[in-house]
Structure formats: C-alpha cells, structure tokens
C-alpha cells in the first residue's frame, strides 16, 4: 500500500463492511427456541434431493429436516438453514390426540392402523420411529388428555 489517507480509508470501510456482514449471519443464524417450542429446520439448498416419497430430510437433503431443534439457544447457518418455531402439540382437557404418520413403511395389506412398538414412546423422535419400523397412516395409540409432546410438526406425522 502507498499509504495515503484515501486507501487507509477504503481499508477502514471494507474492514466495517466485513464486520457488519460478519455480524448480520450470526444474528440470524442465532434463533432462541421458548420452553414449550420446537425449531423446525429447512435447509435451502443441498446437492442431495429428497427420496420422491418422503417429505423430511435424513441425510442432509434440501428440506425439511428429520431432526428438530429444542428449547434453548441454537445456531443453524443463514442462508443455508431457516428456522420455524412451533409450539408443542398440547392435547386439551376432555379431548384425545391421534397421530397419523405421513412417513415410514406402508400398512400391511387389510390394515386400518399402524403397528405401534414401545420405542415409538410419544412420537416425539422421527429417526427411532422409523428405524423401529413405524408405518404410515394412522397410530393405534392416541395421546391423552394433557399431553404435552414435541412432534415433528413438518405435515409429515
């Protein structure tokens, strides 16, 4: 440099410029999830696509992803991740909640409902239901009164 003032200026902004756009992706890439809510990931882009039959991301697709953020402070970077925030699926007083899955294997030929396993637990986790073997459609077991759950809320349950 020749060090002039006019290139220790030009300098002083493109250092200003860095900092200010350094500043702007950790803000939004910064999302603090409340106690009752789920952040629902979508990567933007990917150079993997979607399975033509499968609404969520597994392995690091463009998409919805499987794997939702809890409550707390979470990074997830912009611009290739948003982030939604849900509320936990709450199931009034006096009502019931019934689950239908819009992934995983297809019903047994004849069958109205899903198989449910015990690893299933409240559906509250996308990978364990389908590495044990959940079904689509919907699950013989209803959420009671008062239950409180975070379930993938991507139109995919």
């Not at 006019?6 to 200010?20: D, P, R, S």
């Not at 350094?22 to 979607?50: A, C, D, N, Q, Y």
């Not at 399975?51 to 697709?61: L, S, T």
Request: hydrophobic share 45%.
């Amino acid at each position: 440099m020749d060090g002039s003032p006019q290139t220790a200026l030009l300098a002083l902004l493109i250092a200003a410029a860095v900092i200010l756009f350094l500043t702007m992706v950790s803000l939004k890439s910064t999302h603090r999830i409340g106690p009752t809510e789920v952040g629902l990931v979508t990567k933007r882009f990917s150079r993997r696509r979607l399975a033509d039959d499968n609404p969520v991301a597994f392995a690091g697709e463009a998409g919805y992803q499987a794997d939702l953020l809890m409550p707390g402070q979470r990074f997830k970077l912009w611009p290739v991740y948003s982030v939604t925030k849900f509320p936990w699926v709450q199931v009034p007083a006096g009502e019931i909640g019934v689950v239908i899955a819009q992934v995983g294997a297809p019903l047994p030929i004849g069958a109205k409902s899903a198989r449910y396993r015990p690893e299933f637990a409240n559906f509250s986790d996308l990978r364990s239901f389908l590495a044990h073997g959940g079904e689509k459609g919907v699950q013989r077991p209803v959420l009671p009164p008062g239950t409180l759950v975070p379930i993938h809320p991507s139109r995919s349950w």
